[in-house]
Protein backbone atom coordinates (compact mmCIF):
# COMPACT_ATOMS: atom_id res chain seq x y z
CA UNK A 1 0.00 0.00 0.00
CA UNK A 2 1.23 3.64 -0.44
CA UNK A 3 0.96 5.78 2.38
CA UNK A 4 1.14 9.61 1.76
CA UNK A 5 2.09 12.46 4.13
CA UNK A 6 1.30 15.82 4.04
CA UNK A 7 2.91 18.25 5.76
CA UNK A 8 0.99 22.02 6.42
CA UNK A 9 3.44 23.88 8.11
CA UNK A 10 1.88 27.09 9.92
CA UNK A 11 3.76 29.31 7.52
CA UNK A 12 2.00 27.98 4.36
CA UNK A 13 -1.37 29.59 3.33
CA UNK A 14 -2.53 26.54 1.22
CA UNK A 15 -2.59 22.97 1.89
CA UNK A 16 0.15 20.75 -0.44
CA UNK A 17 2.50 17.87 -0.12
CA UNK A 18 5.98 18.05 0.13
CA UNK A 19 6.73 16.65 -2.98
CA UNK A 20 3.82 19.52 -4.75
CA UNK A 21 5.73 22.12 -2.20
CA UNK A 22 9.50 20.93 -3.78
CA UNK A 23 8.30 20.89 -7.24
CA UNK A 24 6.77 24.45 -7.09
CA UNK A 25 10.25 25.15 -6.05
CA UNK A 26 11.89 23.83 -8.67
CA UNK A 27 9.59 25.58 -11.06
CA UNK A 28 9.84 29.33 -9.73
CA UNK A 29 7.48 28.69 -6.60
CA UNK A 30 4.87 31.51 -8.66
CA UNK A 31 1.80 29.30 -7.48
CA UNK A 32 2.98 29.72 -3.94
CA UNK A 33 3.26 32.41 -1.44
CA UNK A 34 7.27 34.07 -2.22
CA UNK A 35 8.97 34.02 -0.29
CA UNK A 36 8.35 32.68 3.04
CA UNK A 37 7.71 29.42 1.53
CA UNK A 38 11.30 28.54 1.19
CA UNK A 39 12.73 26.87 4.95
CA UNK A 40 14.99 28.90 6.38
CA UNK A 41 18.17 26.97 6.95
CA UNK A 42 20.91 26.44 9.79
CA UNK A 43 24.17 24.62 9.19
CA UNK A 44 25.87 23.83 12.61
CA UNK A 45 29.37 22.75 12.05
CA UNK A 46 31.38 21.37 15.13
CA UNK A 47 35.10 21.30 15.28
CA UNK A 48 36.90 17.62 15.95
CA UNK A 49 33.72 16.04 17.71
CA UNK A 50 34.70 12.48 17.82
CA UNK A 51 32.09 9.85 16.65
CA UNK A 52 31.49 8.82 20.25
CA UNK A 53 31.78 12.14 22.08
CA UNK A 54 27.29 13.15 21.90
CA UNK A 55 25.06 10.63 23.93
CA UNK A 56 23.24 8.85 21.65
CA UNK A 57 26.52 7.19 20.47
CA UNK A 58 27.21 6.10 24.11
CA UNK A 59 29.39 8.29 25.52
CA UNK A 60 29.95 9.51 28.95
CA UNK A 61 29.64 12.98 27.89
CA UNK A 62 26.51 14.71 28.69
CA UNK A 63 24.65 15.65 25.34
CA UNK A 64 20.55 15.84 26.39
CA UNK A 65 19.79 18.73 23.98
CA UNK A 66 21.69 17.45 21.03
CA UNK A 67 20.29 14.04 21.65
CA UNK A 68 16.77 15.37 21.86
CA UNK A 69 17.00 17.19 18.60
CA UNK A 70 18.88 14.08 16.97
CA UNK A 71 15.94 11.92 18.17
CA UNK A 72 12.92 13.90 17.05
CA UNK A 73 15.22 14.37 13.73
CA UNK A 74 17.02 12.08 11.74
CA UNK A 75 20.13 10.49 12.76
CA UNK A 76 22.90 10.27 10.04
CA UNK A 77 24.70 6.54 11.00
CA UNK A 78 26.34 6.79 7.37
CA UNK A 79 27.77 9.91 7.02
CA UNK A 80 30.97 11.08 5.82
CA UNK A 81 32.91 13.67 6.26
CA UNK A 82 37.01 14.61 5.75
CA UNK A 83 39.98 14.23 7.96
CA UNK A 84 40.84 17.69 8.68
CA UNK A 85 39.36 21.39 8.93
CA UNK A 86 39.81 22.98 5.14
CA UNK A 87 39.39 20.07 3.35
CA UNK A 88 35.59 19.28 4.50
CA UNK A 89 34.51 23.44 4.65
CA UNK A 90 35.74 23.41 1.07
CA UNK A 91 33.46 20.43 0.45
CA UNK A 92 30.66 21.44 2.13
CA UNK A 93 30.73 24.91 0.30
CA UNK A 94 31.54 24.09 -3.10
CA UNK A 95 30.16 20.29 -3.10
CA UNK A 96 33.24 19.54 -4.93
CA UNK A 97 35.86 16.72 -3.90
CA UNK A 98 39.08 18.03 -3.51
CA UNK A 99 40.52 16.77 -5.87
CA UNK A 100 38.45 19.40 -8.58
CA UNK A 101 39.38 22.03 -6.05
CA UNK A 102 43.50 21.99 -5.90
CA UNK A 103 42.78 21.54 -2.03
CA UNK A 104 43.96 17.80 -2.45
CA UNK A 105 47.15 18.30 0.58
CA UNK A 106 46.52 18.87 4.13
CA UNK A 107 44.76 22.53 5.43
CA UNK A 108 45.20 25.80 3.75
CA UNK A 109 47.70 27.42 6.54
CA UNK A 110 47.80 31.21 8.12
CA UNK A 111 50.94 31.95 5.89
CA UNK A 112 49.93 30.48 2.57
CA UNK A 113 49.17 32.91 0.19
CA UNK A 114 45.96 30.20 -0.71
CA UNK A 115 42.42 30.09 -0.18
CA UNK A 116 39.01 28.07 -1.83
CA UNK A 117 39.83 29.04 -5.19
CA UNK A 118 37.32 31.87 -6.81
CA UNK A 119 36.08 30.67 -9.76
CA UNK A 120 33.90 27.83 -7.51
CA UNK A 121 30.56 28.75 -6.67
CA UNK A 122 29.58 28.87 -2.90
CA UNK A 123 26.39 27.64 -1.18
CA UNK A 124 25.93 31.34 0.09
CA UNK A 125 25.76 32.47 -3.44
CA UNK A 126 23.41 30.22 -4.58
CA UNK A 127 21.25 30.53 -2.33
CA UNK A 128 21.62 34.55 -1.99
CA UNK A 129 20.17 34.05 -5.65
CA UNK A 130 17.22 32.20 -4.25
CA UNK A 131 16.20 35.24 -2.55
CA UNK A 132 17.81 34.19 1.23
CA UNK A 133 19.89 36.53 3.70
CA UNK A 134 23.08 35.00 4.18
CA UNK A 135 24.86 34.64 7.46
CA UNK A 136 28.08 33.25 8.80
CA UNK A 137 29.49 33.09 12.56
CA UNK A 138 32.18 31.15 13.30
CA UNK A 139 35.59 29.66 11.82
CA UNK A 140 36.72 29.91 8.45
CA UNK A 141 39.32 28.54 7.85
CA UNK A 142 39.15 28.68 3.37
CA UNK A 143 41.89 31.05 3.21
CA UNK A 144 41.91 35.06 3.83
CA UNK A 145 45.32 35.88 1.50
CA UNK A 146 43.37 38.41 -0.90
CA UNK A 147 40.10 40.39 0.30
CA UNK A 148 38.31 38.32 -2.47
CA UNK A 149 38.60 35.07 -0.60
CA UNK A 150 36.77 36.37 2.80
CA UNK A 151 33.08 35.02 3.63
CA UNK A 152 31.46 38.55 3.11
CA UNK A 153 33.30 38.22 -0.92
CA UNK A 154 32.16 34.77 -1.07
CA UNK A 155 28.14 34.80 -0.36
CA UNK A 156 27.35 36.08 3.13
CA UNK A 157 25.86 39.63 3.66
CA UNK A 158 27.75 39.18 7.29
CA UNK A 159 30.26 37.78 8.60
CA UNK A 160 31.14 37.49 12.74
CA UNK A 161 34.29 34.72 13.39
CA UNK A 162 37.87 34.33 12.79
CA UNK A 163 39.79 33.17 9.81
CA UNK A 164 42.79 30.40 11.08
CA UNK A 165 41.65 27.23 11.92
CA UNK A 166 42.31 27.57 15.44
CA UNK A 167 43.13 30.15 18.69
CA UNK A 168 42.68 31.20 22.21
CA UNK A 169 39.02 30.88 23.25
CA UNK A 170 39.08 34.30 25.18
CA UNK A 171 41.63 36.52 23.36
CA UNK A 172 41.25 35.00 19.94
CA UNK A 173 44.84 35.35 19.62
CA UNK A 174 46.76 33.12 17.65
CA UNK A 175 50.58 32.19 16.70
CA UNK A 176 51.42 30.20 13.92
CA UNK A 177 55.71 30.12 15.30
CA UNK A 178 57.88 33.18 16.88
CA UNK A 179 57.08 36.01 16.03
CA UNK A 180 54.00 35.23 14.16
CA UNK A 181 51.23 35.97 16.14
CA UNK A 182 47.99 38.17 15.76
CA UNK A 183 44.52 39.23 16.65
CA UNK A 184 41.76 36.64 15.05
CA UNK A 185 38.33 38.14 15.08
CA UNK A 186 36.45 39.67 12.51
CA UNK A 187 33.00 41.80 11.79
CA UNK A 188 32.57 41.59 8.18
CA UNK A 189 36.09 42.41 6.44
CA UNK A 190 37.81 44.43 9.86
CA UNK A 191 39.22 43.13 13.05
CA UNK A 192 36.39 43.36 15.86
CA UNK A 193 37.99 44.95 18.26
CA UNK A 194 34.76 47.17 19.38
CA UNK A 195 32.91 44.11 19.70
CA UNK A 196 35.40 41.92 21.26
CA UNK A 197 34.64 41.45 24.62
CA UNK A 198 36.82 38.44 25.85
CA UNK A 199 34.24 36.43 25.80
CA UNK A 200 34.39 32.21 25.57
CA UNK A 201 33.98 31.86 21.63
CA UNK A 202 30.89 29.30 21.59
CA UNK A 203 29.17 31.57 24.18
CA UNK A 204 30.27 34.70 21.70
CA UNK A 205 29.22 32.99 18.60
CA UNK A 206 25.70 31.74 19.63
CA UNK A 207 24.80 35.32 21.31
CA UNK A 208 25.77 36.54 17.83
CA UNK A 209 23.59 34.31 16.09
CA UNK A 210 20.74 34.95 18.05
CA UNK A 211 21.20 38.09 17.10
CA UNK A 212 20.71 37.75 13.86
CA UNK A 213 18.11 35.67 14.11
CA UNK A 214 16.58 38.68 16.51
CA UNK A 215 17.17 41.38 13.40
CA UNK A 216 15.95 39.71 10.83
CA UNK A 217 11.77 38.73 9.75
CA UNK A 218 11.32 35.24 9.44
CA UNK A 219 8.11 36.15 7.60
CA UNK A 220 9.47 38.28 4.97
CA UNK A 221 12.52 36.51 3.75
CA UNK A 222 14.58 32.94 4.07
CA UNK A 223 17.47 32.65 6.16
CA UNK A 224 20.63 30.85 5.99
CA UNK A 225 22.39 31.01 9.21
CA UNK A 226 26.11 28.90 8.98
CA UNK A 227 27.33 28.66 12.26
CA UNK A 228 30.77 27.51 12.57
CA UNK A 229 31.77 26.61 16.01
CA UNK A 230 35.42 26.78 17.21
CA UNK A 231 34.53 23.85 20.02
CA UNK A 232 35.85 21.54 20.52
CA UNK A 233 38.78 22.16 18.65
CA UNK A 234 42.05 22.28 21.08
CA UNK A 235 43.37 24.37 22.57
CA UNK A 236 40.96 22.74 25.78
CA UNK A 237 39.69 26.03 27.44
CA UNK A 238 36.17 25.79 28.77
CA UNK A 239 34.72 28.03 31.40
CA UNK A 240 34.84 26.35 35.04
CA UNK A 241 31.35 25.79 35.73
CA UNK A 242 31.48 23.13 32.93
CA UNK A 243 34.18 21.33 34.48
CA UNK A 244 32.07 20.49 37.75
CA UNK A 245 30.09 17.56 36.40
CA UNK A 246 33.29 15.61 35.27
CA UNK A 247 35.33 15.32 38.46
CA UNK A 248 35.15 11.82 38.06
CA UNK A 249 37.24 11.82 34.64
CA UNK A 250 40.52 11.35 35.81
CA UNK A 251 42.51 12.42 32.40
CA UNK A 252 42.42 16.07 32.07
CA UNK A 253 42.56 16.29 28.49
CA UNK A 254 39.01 14.21 28.39
CA UNK A 255 37.26 15.97 31.18
CA UNK A 256 38.20 19.49 29.57
CA UNK A 257 37.00 17.92 26.55
CA UNK A 258 33.81 16.72 27.83
CA UNK A 259 32.89 19.91 29.53
CA UNK A 260 33.76 21.88 25.98
CA UNK A 261 31.35 19.11 24.51
CA UNK A 262 28.41 20.11 27.55
CA UNK A 263 29.34 23.85 26.91
CA UNK A 264 28.55 23.50 23.22
CA UNK A 265 25.10 21.13 23.83
CA UNK A 266 23.91 23.73 26.18
CA UNK A 267 24.81 26.57 23.34
CA UNK A 268 22.45 24.48 20.78
CA UNK A 269 20.22 24.27 23.18
CA UNK A 270 20.19 28.10 23.41
CA UNK A 271 19.68 28.68 19.51
CA UNK A 272 16.84 26.23 19.09
CA UNK A 273 14.83 28.99 21.90
CA UNK A 274 15.69 31.66 19.98
CA UNK A 275 14.61 29.58 16.54
CA UNK A 276 11.36 29.39 18.31
CA UNK A 277 11.30 32.25 20.19
CA UNK A 278 11.52 34.51 17.36
CA UNK A 279 9.10 32.31 14.58
CA UNK A 280 11.52 30.49 12.79
CA UNK A 281 11.29 27.38 14.11
CA UNK A 282 8.00 25.87 12.43
CA UNK A 283 9.88 26.41 8.60
CA UNK A 284 13.11 25.86 9.61
CA UNK A 285 15.89 22.67 8.70
CA UNK A 286 18.65 22.32 11.69
CA UNK A 287 21.59 20.59 9.89
CA UNK A 288 24.20 19.60 12.67
CA UNK A 289 27.43 18.29 11.34
CA UNK A 290 31.48 17.38 12.59
CA UNK A 291 33.75 18.77 10.45
CA UNK A 292 36.09 15.50 10.81
CA UNK A 293 36.65 12.87 13.51
CA UNK A 294 37.98 13.81 17.12
CA UNK A 295 41.69 13.90 18.38
CA UNK A 296 42.73 11.19 21.35
CA UNK A 297 45.25 13.34 22.62
CA UNK A 298 43.19 16.15 22.77
CA UNK A 299 40.49 14.48 24.60
CA UNK A 300 38.56 13.22 21.71
CA UNK A 301 37.19 10.01 21.07
CA UNK A 302 35.86 8.05 17.96
CA UNK A 303 35.67 4.48 19.77
CA UNK A 304 35.10 2.00 18.52
CA UNK A 305 35.89 3.35 15.26
CA UNK A 306 39.87 3.10 14.28
CA UNK A 307 42.23 5.45 13.92
CA UNK A 308 41.43 9.77 14.60
CA UNK A 309 41.34 13.07 12.96
CA UNK A 310 43.84 13.57 10.33
CA UNK A 311 43.53 10.00 8.90
CA UNK A 312 41.39 8.33 6.68
CA UNK A 313 40.43 5.63 8.65
CA UNK A 314 36.69 5.51 9.82
CA UNK A 315 37.54 7.11 13.24
CA UNK A 316 39.12 9.79 11.10
CA UNK A 317 35.93 10.63 8.36
CA UNK A 318 32.99 8.67 9.59
CA UNK A 319 30.85 12.09 11.23
CA UNK A 320 28.39 12.87 13.90
CA UNK A 321 25.44 14.25 11.77
CA UNK A 322 21.70 14.92 11.58
CA UNK A 323 19.04 16.62 10.46
CA UNK A 324 16.16 18.27 12.62
CA UNK A 325 13.34 19.86 11.13
CA UNK A 326 9.30 19.87 11.61
CA UNK A 327 9.31 19.62 7.75
CA UNK A 328 10.90 16.09 7.91
CA UNK A 329 8.32 13.13 6.87
CA UNK A 330 9.83 10.24 8.96
CA UNK A 331 11.06 12.19 12.41
CA UNK A 332 13.05 10.03 14.81
CA UNK A 333 14.52 7.63 12.13
CA UNK A 334 17.82 6.74 10.99
CA UNK A 335 19.34 7.26 8.02
CA UNK A 336 21.64 4.18 7.19
CA UNK A 337 22.48 5.15 3.26
CA UNK A 338 25.57 6.96 2.27
CA UNK A 339 25.44 10.02 2.72
CA UNK A 340 28.55 12.68 2.47
CA UNK A 341 29.48 16.09 3.39
CA UNK A 342 29.61 16.99 -0.48
CA UNK A 343 25.75 16.26 -0.58
CA UNK A 344 25.03 19.44 1.65
CA UNK A 345 25.20 21.89 -1.42
CA UNK A 346 22.57 20.54 -3.93
CA UNK A 347 20.38 19.43 -0.82
CA UNK A 348 20.52 22.60 0.47
CA UNK A 349 20.00 24.72 -2.97
CA UNK A 350 17.29 22.63 -4.43
CA UNK A 351 15.48 23.05 -0.98
CA UNK A 352 15.45 26.48 -1.24
CA UNK A 353 14.74 26.63 -4.11
CA UNK A 354 17.93 27.02 -5.96
CA UNK A 355 18.88 25.83 -9.37
CA UNK A 356 22.24 24.07 -10.17
CA UNK A 357 23.78 24.67 -12.92
CA UNK A 358 25.35 22.27 -15.14
CA UNK A 359 28.66 23.57 -15.76
CA UNK A 360 29.37 23.46 -12.15
CA UNK A 361 30.09 19.86 -11.93
CA UNK A 362 29.02 18.72 -8.68
CA UNK A 363 30.23 15.44 -6.94
CA UNK A 364 27.33 15.82 -4.19
CA UNK A 365 23.73 14.26 -4.35
CA UNK A 366 20.34 16.05 -3.39
CA UNK A 367 19.47 13.34 -0.53
CA UNK A 368 17.13 15.28 0.97
CA UNK A 369 14.35 12.44 0.25
CA UNK A 370 16.65 9.62 1.30
CA UNK A 371 16.71 11.64 4.87
CA UNK A 372 13.70 13.15 5.59
CA UNK A 373 11.39 9.77 3.92
CA UNK A 374 13.90 7.06 3.82
CA UNK A 375 14.26 6.21 0.56
CA UNK A 376 17.59 5.08 -1.09
CA UNK A 377 20.45 7.31 -1.31
CA UNK A 378 21.49 8.62 -5.03
CA UNK A 379 25.20 8.40 -4.23
CA UNK A 380 27.10 4.99 -4.31
CA UNK A 381 30.36 5.95 -3.90
CA UNK A 382 32.68 8.45 -1.65
CA UNK A 383 36.08 9.46 -3.23
CA UNK A 384 37.50 10.47 0.40
CA UNK A 385 40.58 11.86 -1.39
CA UNK A 386 44.06 11.13 -3.21
CA UNK A 387 46.63 12.83 -2.16
CA UNK A 388 49.20 13.15 -4.97
CA UNK A 389 51.99 14.81 -2.91
CA UNK A 390 51.56 12.55 0.17
CA UNK A 391 53.49 9.49 -0.66
CA UNK A 392 54.99 8.43 2.30
CA UNK A 393 54.31 4.58 2.13
CA UNK A 394 58.15 3.23 1.62
CA UNK A 395 56.65 -0.22 0.28
CA UNK A 396 54.35 1.59 -1.59
CA UNK A 397 54.78 0.88 -5.20
CA UNK A 398 53.48 0.02 -8.78
CA UNK A 399 53.51 -3.32 -8.46
CA UNK A 400 51.63 -3.42 -5.55
CA UNK A 401 48.53 -1.64 -7.32
CA UNK A 402 48.64 -4.55 -9.89
CA UNK A 403 50.41 -2.03 -12.16
CA UNK A 404 47.07 0.28 -12.25
CA UNK A 405 48.01 2.48 -9.37
CA UNK A 406 51.27 3.64 -7.48
CA UNK A 407 50.32 2.55 -3.66
CA UNK A 408 52.75 4.81 -1.98
CA UNK A 409 50.09 7.67 -3.29
CA UNK A 410 47.85 8.35 -0.10
CA UNK A 411 44.40 7.82 -1.52
CA UNK A 412 40.48 6.22 0.54
CA UNK A 413 37.63 5.16 -2.04
CA UNK A 414 34.43 3.98 -0.74
CA UNK A 415 32.18 1.83 -3.12
CA UNK A 416 29.09 0.60 -2.15
CA UNK A 417 29.76 -2.08 0.79
CA UNK A 418 34.00 -1.85 -0.28
CA UNK A 419 36.22 0.69 0.73
CA UNK A 420 39.72 1.29 -0.19
CA UNK A 421 42.54 2.34 1.13
CA UNK A 422 46.32 2.88 -0.32
CA UNK A 423 49.84 5.00 1.11
CA UNK A 424 49.89 5.96 4.96
CA UNK A 425 45.99 6.10 5.80
CA UNK A 426 47.44 7.79 9.42
CA UNK A 427 47.13 6.79 13.09
CA UNK A 428 45.85 3.31 12.76
CA UNK A 429 45.07 2.38 16.29
CA UNK A 430 41.64 1.96 17.86
CA UNK A 431 41.42 4.32 21.59
CA UNK A 432 38.54 2.64 23.42
CA UNK A 433 37.26 4.41 26.70
CA UNK A 434 39.85 2.80 28.77
CA UNK A 435 42.85 4.89 27.63
CA UNK A 436 41.51 8.13 29.28
CA UNK A 437 41.69 6.90 32.61
CA UNK A 438 45.54 7.08 32.27
CA UNK A 439 46.97 10.49 32.84
CA UNK A 440 49.83 10.23 29.97
CA UNK A 441 47.96 9.44 26.94
CA UNK A 442 50.67 10.19 24.80
CA UNK A 443 52.62 7.15 26.46
CA UNK A 444 49.71 4.76 26.80
CA UNK A 445 50.44 1.31 24.97
CA UNK A 446 46.92 -1.05 25.08
CA UNK A 447 45.94 -3.94 23.82
CA UNK A 448 44.65 -2.50 20.22
CA UNK A 449 47.55 -1.12 19.35
CA UNK A 450 48.16 -2.08 15.46
CA UNK A 451 51.55 -4.15 14.56
CA UNK A 452 50.67 -6.44 11.97
CA UNK A 453 50.05 -4.15 8.99
CA UNK A 454 53.17 -2.30 8.71
CA UNK A 455 55.16 -2.49 5.77
CA UNK A 456 51.72 -2.68 3.86
CA UNK A 457 50.25 0.02 1.41
CA UNK A 458 46.71 -1.33 0.16
CA UNK A 459 43.98 -2.69 2.04
CA UNK A 460 40.11 -3.80 1.65
CA UNK A 461 37.27 -3.63 4.25
CA UNK A 462 33.79 -4.00 3.84
CA UNK A 463 32.51 -1.72 5.95
CA UNK A 464 29.13 -2.28 6.24
CA UNK A 465 29.89 -6.12 7.84
CA UNK A 466 33.18 -4.90 9.18
CA UNK A 467 32.97 -1.16 10.43
CA UNK A 468 35.38 -1.07 12.97
CA UNK A 469 37.97 -2.04 9.80
CA UNK A 470 39.46 -5.16 11.55
CA UNK A 471 39.80 -7.52 8.97
CA UNK A 472 41.85 -6.24 5.63
CA UNK A 473 40.20 -8.54 2.88
CA UNK A 474 42.78 -7.20 0.28
CA UNK A 475 44.43 -10.45 -0.34
CA UNK A 476 41.23 -12.54 -0.54
CA UNK A 477 39.44 -10.30 -3.09
CA UNK A 478 42.01 -9.28 -5.64
CA UNK A 479 39.71 -8.69 -8.02
CA UNK A 480 37.56 -6.51 -6.28
CA UNK A 481 40.76 -4.49 -5.21
CA UNK A 482 41.55 -4.17 -9.02
CA UNK A 483 37.76 -2.76 -9.61
CA UNK A 484 38.26 -0.18 -7.05
CA UNK A 485 42.39 1.02 -7.99
CA UNK A 486 40.54 1.35 -11.71
CA UNK A 487 38.11 3.64 -9.90
CA UNK A 488 40.73 5.38 -8.54
CA UNK A 489 42.62 5.90 -11.63
CA UNK A 490 39.31 6.86 -13.66
CA UNK A 491 39.00 9.44 -10.55
CA UNK A 492 42.71 10.51 -10.49
CA UNK A 493 42.25 11.92 -14.31
CA UNK A 494 39.75 14.58 -13.38
CA UNK A 495 41.84 15.87 -10.94
CA UNK A 496 43.73 19.57 -11.18
CA UNK A 497 46.60 20.32 -9.84
CA UNK A 498 47.40 20.84 -5.93
CA UNK A 499 47.47 23.99 -4.81
CA UNK A 500 49.34 24.37 -1.93
CA UNK A 501 51.97 27.47 -2.01
CA UNK A 502 54.89 27.91 0.48
CA UNK A 503 54.98 30.71 2.92
CA UNK A 504 54.41 34.00 2.73
CA UNK A 505 56.40 36.48 5.04
CA UNK A 506 54.28 39.13 4.13
CA UNK A 507 51.55 37.32 5.89
CA UNK A 508 53.03 37.97 9.47
CA UNK A 509 50.25 40.44 11.59
CA UNK A 510 53.02 42.54 12.26
CA UNK A 511 52.91 44.32 9.19
CA UNK A 512 49.10 44.42 9.31
CA UNK A 513 48.43 46.39 12.55
CA UNK A 514 48.45 42.80 14.38
CA UNK A 515 46.07 41.15 13.07
CA UNK A 516 45.69 38.48 10.95
CA UNK A 517 44.14 39.38 7.23
CA UNK A 518 44.52 39.81 4.05
CA UNK A 519 47.92 40.70 3.01
CA UNK A 520 47.62 40.60 -1.31
CA UNK A 521 46.60 44.77 -1.39
CA UNK A 522 46.73 44.32 -5.16
CA UNK A 523 43.49 42.61 -6.59
CA UNK A 524 45.12 42.71 -10.53
CA UNK A 525 48.18 41.36 -9.03
CA UNK A 526 49.83 37.72 -10.45
CA UNK A 527 49.01 34.68 -8.26
CA UNK A 528 52.17 33.26 -6.35
CA UNK A 529 53.90 31.59 -8.54
CA UNK A 530 53.43 28.22 -6.92
CA UNK A 531 49.83 28.35 -6.75
CA UNK A 532 48.06 26.12 -9.18
CA UNK A 533 50.90 23.73 -9.71
CA UNK A 534 51.63 20.26 -8.27
CA UNK A 535 54.46 20.91 -5.47
CA UNK A 536 57.60 18.75 -4.45
CA UNK A 537 58.38 17.60 -0.47
CA UNK A 538 61.55 20.11 -1.19
CA UNK A 539 58.94 22.98 -1.69
CA UNK A 540 55.93 22.58 1.12
CA UNK A 541 55.91 24.36 4.33
CA UNK A 542 54.71 22.87 7.91
Known sequence: CLLVIFIVPPVWSVHMS???????????????????????????LVDDQGFRDVGYHGSEIKTPNLDRLAAQGVKLENYYVQPLCSPS???????????????????IRATQPNCLPLENITLPQKLKEAGYSTHMVGKWHLGFYKRGCLPTQRGFDTFFGSLLGSGDYYSHYKCEGPGMCGYDLYEGEEAAWEQD?????????????????????????PLFLYLAYQAVHSPLQ?????????????????????????????????LTLALKHFGYYDNTV??????????????GSNWPLRGSKATYWEGGIRGVGFVHSPLLVKKGSKCQTLVHITDWFPTLVTLGGGTLDEDQNLDGYDVWEAISEGRPSPRLDILHNIDPIYIKAKNGSWKAGYGLWNTAVQAALRVGHWKLLTGVPGYSDWVPPQTFSNQRLTTRHHNERVRWDRGKSIWLFNITADPYERVDLSQQY????????????????????????AKDLRSNPQYNGGVWGPWYKDENKRHHPSEGRTLHFSEMCG
Request: aromatic share 10%; proline share 8%; glycine share 8%.
Open 18 to 44: WENWRSGLRNGGDEFEPPTSQPHIVFI
Open 89 to 107: RSQLMTGRYQIHTGLQHSI
Open 197 to 221: RGLYSTVMFTRKAVSILANHDPHKQ
Open 238 to 270: VPARYLERYKGIPNPHRRKYAAMVSCLDEAIHN
Open 286 to 299: IVYSTDNGGQPLAG
Open 478 to 501: PHIVKKMLMRLVQYNKTAVPVRYP
